[in-house]
């Protein structure tokens, strides 16, 4: 089950479980569009995988599958990645 993580690991802004603006990477690396589409070029700085968009829960999903608290943040910010 996805943890949707509660923050934009570069600039720490709040994506909720119900936001459309959370991008993810296949290993949950939690990003916001801006970042994900701005700085990042869509490319997940620590896998170099694709960055999409998360799937919202339903609210009701969340009563007994509820989103993660944990806030993980690149304490230098997020630089872009350089294509391979």
Do not use: H, Q, W
């Amino acid at each position: 089950m996805l943890e949707l993580r509660p923050n934009c690991e570069c600039c720490d802004k709040d994506l909720p479980p119900e936001s459309c603006e959370a991008m993810m990477c296949s290993f949950e690396c939690t990003y916001c569009a801006d970042c994900a589409d701005n700085v990042l070029s869509g490319i997940c700085p620590n896998c170099g995988g694709e960055l999409v968009r998360r799937p919202v829960r339903p609210a009701a999903k969340l009563i007994n599958n509820p989103a993660s608290t944990k806030r993980v943040l690149k304490a230098e910010g997020c630089a872009p990645v350089k294509a391979a």
